[in-house]
């Protein structure tokens, strides 16, 4: 084997290898698959962000409870629930 003959299948090797990515990263980008992303994106923060508000506003809940606009509107509620 003279180098030419390696150097040319190493060439079709970095061809090849380069046309699979091409395809791989071609599939990746298509706009099927990044609405399906987004959609899982999307759907991930709102759950996110409920579970921080929740965990917040449970630390917090004392100290909301002592604003007296707040505890007026609470009972104000409760009042209409007949509790």
Known sequence: MD???IEEEQRDEIIKSLET???QVSRQNSLGRRFVIGIVYG????VGSAIVA???LGILAPWFAQIEWVRNAFEAGAG???R
């Open 3 to 5: 180098i030419d003959t």
């Open 54 to 56: 929740t965990i917040l």
């Open 80 to 82: 209409l629930l007949g």
């Open 43 to 46: 759907v991930g923060f709102i």
């Open 21 to 23: 990515l091409n395809t």
